[in-house]
């Protein structure tokens, strides 16, 4: 029952990050000193991943690369941020379902090796057992040896009426 109810939460979540997401880009765009920096971060970005591009396709990467006009760094830069934000989410969401499942594999493996002393502890209960019945019958045979069968289920001589009055 737990199970399919953390699952229906880490959806909801990741759907709800998107919105959020959007409205924090939304805002992003607006605020000057963080406009700023975000624009900064886009063109470093922007030089990083252009840079990549010409190495892996064998380009000069000695060539002068052009910086994107303020409205695209924008874009790209609230892009980013929307993309971290719902990446971090669906990261928190994973590294909660990954520590949720080990603390119930690790209950489990408890459990198992809670079973298996029980069950190692009544092997042992059961092998003294053993034992204490094995002398008991090496007693018993002792005892039928030295006094025969009768000895050994002390039956006495059945008496009789008579017997028992001439005994008073």
Same mark, same amino acid.
């Given at each position: 029952?737990?199970?399919?109810?953390?699952?229906?939460?880490?959806?909801?979540?990741?759907?709800?990050?998107?919105?959020i997401? /959007?409205?924090?880009?939304?805002?992003?765009? +607006?605020?000057?000193?963080?406009?700023?920096k975000?624009?900064?971060?886009?063109? /470093?970005?922007?030089?990083?991943?252009?840079?990549?591009?010409?190495?892996?396709?064998?380009?000069?990467?000695?060539?002068?690369?052009?910086?994107?006009?303020?409205?695209?760094?924008?874009?790209?830069?609230?892009?980013?941020?929307?993309?971290? +934000?719902? +990446?971090?989410?669906?990261?928190?969401?994973?590294?909660?379902? =990954?520590?949720?499942?080990?603390?119930?594999?690790?209950?489990?493996?408890?459990?198992?090796?809670?079973?298996?002393?029980?069950?190692?502890?009544r092997?042992?209960?059961?092998? =003294?057992? =053993?034992?204490?019945?094995?002398?008991?019958? =090496?007693?018993?045979?002792?005892? &039928?040896?030295?006094?025969?069968?009768?000895?050994?289920?002390?039956?006495k001589? &059945?008496?009789?009426?008579?017997?028992?009055?001439?005994?008073?």
């Amino acid at each position: 029952m737990v199970l399919p109810l953390v699952k229906l939460g880490t959806l909801v979540l990741k759907t709800l990050s998107k919105p959020i997401a /959007a409205k924090l880009k939304q805002q992003a765009a +607006f605020h000057p000193k963080f406009r700023q920096k975000i624009i900064s971060m886009a063109q /470093a970005n922007h030089r990083m991943t252009t840079t990549m591009q010409r190495r892996i396709y064998g380009h000069s990467t000695d060539v002068e690369i052009r910086p994107l006009n303020e409205e695209k760094a924008v874009q790209a830069a609230v892009d980013l941020i929307g993309e971290l +934000f719902v +990446f971090t989410v669906a990261g928190a969401a994973v590294i909660f379902e =990954v520590h949720r499942s080990s603390r119930s594999e690790a209950r489990k493996e408890a459990i198992r090796k809670q079973e298996l002393e029980e069950l190692r502890q009544r092997d042992q209960n059961l092998a =003294v057992e =053993v034992e204490l019945l094995k002398q008991k019958l =090496v007693e018993i045979e002792q005892l &039928a040896k030295g006094r025969g069968l009768s000895g050994l289920l002390k039956m006495k001589p &059945a008496q009789t009426e008579i017997d028992k009055s001439a005994a008073v």
